[in-house]
């Protein structure tokens, strides 16, 4: 809870409101929605702010209308009050909402995927919790935070299934997050049919899922989404020629992006560089000039932990004979999820789109569960290493964001809640390594079954 209240509403009150692109064309659909409407691109914004960004086109309205439901309720009673700027910071707060229900979703998988392995759900919840773009898109009102939360709760319903819990609460927990996964973005489509597949795959797999609830919950879940959702995207090729609902040719005459060879993309550095800045952004000039690059950080906070814990992740399904081929299963659904999405930013780079890191945030919360399995080792003590570092780097993205000069009039920012709200990270990232370090102490009378753990240990172990 604390983990993620702290990070995202630090960052709603240090970044001033609309100071993104996108921010005032979100909060505008959710107001249109409001008002009875779905908004379209080239009508423009009804949403009248004085501050920040205003876009000349209404060009999030390609995305389904589940997020601006949500903020709807918040947001029109504000803006037909007059208070456009309180409307922004309390959609900012429905944001931060979602984003501990994120950590929440994290933690879970962590444990579901990590059977056995003490203080897996609550270190996967840190990682995700410190990480660059769950601190600012949880204060910003973008998609990317629902999004990550319906894929992780239809892949939390996807392990809970295959691994044979098969509870009625499940089928509808996974049909659901199906179904939000249409209602959120067009890109999570493909995704969520990558789960609905892997669950039928399951299901003819030696274990405790049968064949005929697989195929239900799979041929439902698609069902769902048809129905839910396939009148809109019926909508956008209607209006724009293709399901999606880009505009290419508006973005060719009026921004400086290129179309690039696909191939080109996938070999470039840059882009790599740019999309992998998930623990560290920028420059840091408070650092030593050694440490001051964000490529070093992003090795050690990222890409290090990723490689060795699906290492590590691979070597113990295979030592391990129970539900082997369903845990393989499992991996390769992550695998194929995460090279998706890149392979889908790639394309989406190419054909003349920005390349923005939060766009590979998606993947994080698939990924941090094999993250934390090399930073477990030693009691702990590498995630708690891990967690100074990406705290101090936080603290250090938070002071340049309040010290940033935008153009234009921008709204305030408020420094003292800034930092308070980073005091509440500081104090969840403590109690979250102190439980780790400890689960990990004793966690070794779990992987000794034969061994009568002490008195003492039974009750934790037991918690």
Do not use: K
């Not at 390609?62 to 208070?83: F, I, M, N, Q, W």
């Not at 800045?277 to 490529?295: D, F, H, I, K, T």
């Amino acid at each position: 809870m604390l983990l993620g209240l702290g990070g995202p509403l630090a960052y709603t009150m240090a970044s001033p409101i609309y100071s993104s692109g996108d921010e005032a064309a979100h909060v505008d659909y959710a107001l249109q929605v409001w008002r009875g409407n779905l908004p379209v691109f080239e009508d423009g914004l009804e949403l009248q702010n004085t501050v920040g960004f205003h876009p000349p086109v209404q060009w999030t309205s390609h995305h389904p209308p589940l997020l601006y439901v949500l903020l709807a309720p918040v947001v029109g009673p504000l803006v037909d009050a007059g208070d456009v700027d309180g409307a922004g910071m309390a959609a900012r707060l429905v944001m931060v909402a979602l984003s501990v229900a994120l950590l929440y979703t994290v933690r879970a998988i962590g444990t579901q995927l990590l059977p056995g392995v003490r203080g897996a759900g609550i270190a996967s919840a840190v990682v995700v919790g410190l990480s660059v773009w769950f601190v600012r898109l949880g204060g910003s009102v973008y998609t990317d935070t629902l999004a990550a939360l319906v894929s992780s709760l239809a892949f939390l319903a996807l392990l809970r299934l295959a691994q044979g819990e098969g509870r009625r609460r499940d089928v509808v927990l996974f049909v659901a997050a199906c179904a939000g996964c249409g209602l959120t973005r067009f890109s999570l489509l493909p995704v969520a049919a990558l789960f609905a597949v892997a669950l039928v795959v399951v299901g003819h797999l030696p274990g405790r899922l049968r064949p005929g609830r697989a195929w239900t919950a799979a041929l439902a879940a698609g069902g769902a989404v048809v129905v839910t959702s396939g009148w809109f995207y019926a909508r956008n090729l209607a209006l724009t020629g293709n399901l999606s609902g880009s505009h290419p040719d508006w973005a060719a005459r009026h921004t400086s992006r290129v179309a690039r060879p696909v191939h080109e993309v996938a070999v470039d550095p840059v882009f790599w560089s740019t999309m992998t800045e998930q623990m560290s952004v920028g420059e840091y000039p408070r650092l030593p000039r050694a440490l001051e690059p964000a490529g070093p950080w992003t090795v050690l906070l990222l890409l290090l932990p990723v490689l060795v814990g699906l290492g590590m992740a691979l070597v113990r399904i295979l030592r391990a004979p129970e539900q082997r081929a369903v845990r393989l299963v499992l991996l390769a659904t992550v695998l194929c999820t995460c090279g998706g999405v890149a392979a889908m930013q790639v394309m989406h780079h190419a054909g003349g789109g920005s390349a923005f890191a939060r766009y590979f945030f998606a993947m994080l919360p698939f990924l941090a569960p094999f993250m934390v399995l090399p930073l477990l080792q030693v009691r702990g003590i590498p995630l708690v290493l891990w967690g100074v570092a990406r705290a101090t780097l936080l603290a250090l993205e938070l002071e340049a964001t309040l010290g940033r000069q935008l153009r234009g009039a921008q709204a305030a920012v408020y420094p003292g809640p800034t930092w308070y709200a980073f005091g509440l990270t500081v104090v969840g990232l403590t109690l979250a390594l102190v439980l780790v370090v400890t689960q990990a102490r004793v966690g070794r009378w779990r992987d000794q079954p034969s061994e009568t753990p002490p008195a003492a240990v039974r009750p934790l172990d037991a918690t």
